[in-house]
């Protein structure tokens, strides 16, 4: 059973940066795409990146691109997002999930996605 673990979360001035990791088990990770999202009070879980599985390639949230940059070490069974320039709208729980059964027009849906950590918290705040 695949296993998502997540940490890096935390409070941090408008500006500022962070960095948030998700430990993957129990699975092939090399294959599974693996994406953030994030869900702030009142608001549904919004899309923010994804690595495709397999060598495949990276995608961005409109809200984050160029702020955001999404690694995967598949040695380690990590994937890490850098967050730069955070502002207060990026205040949320931000997840990982996986699935091996990503297509393209799907990357951004999280109905999609069967294994989901437990989320971090990301205050955004002065």
């Known amino acids: 059973q695949v296993q998502l673990v997540e940490s890096g979360g935390g409070l941090v001035q408008p500006g500022g940066s962070l960095t948030l990791s998700c430990a993957f088990s129990?699975?092939?990770?090399?294959?599974?795409?693996m994406a953030w999202f994030r869900q702030a009070p009142g608001k549904q879980r919004e899309f923010v990146s994804a690595f495709r599985g397999n060598g495949g390639r990276t995608h961005y949230g409109d809200s984050v691109k160029g702020r955001f940059t999404i690694s995967r070490d598949n040695a380690k069974n990590t994937v890490n997002l850098q967050m730069n320039d955070l502002k207060p709208e990026d205040t949320a729980v931000y997840y990982c999930?996986?699935?091996?059964?990503?297509?393209?027009?799907?990357?951004?849906?999280?109905?999609?996605?069967?294994?989901w950590g437990q989320g971090t918290q990301v205050t955004v705040s002065s």
């Open positions: 129990g699975g092939a990770f090399r294959s599974y795409t």
């Open positions: 999930a996986a699935d091996r059964q990503i297509i393209l027009s799907s990357v951004a849906m999280p109905g999609q996605y069967d294994y």
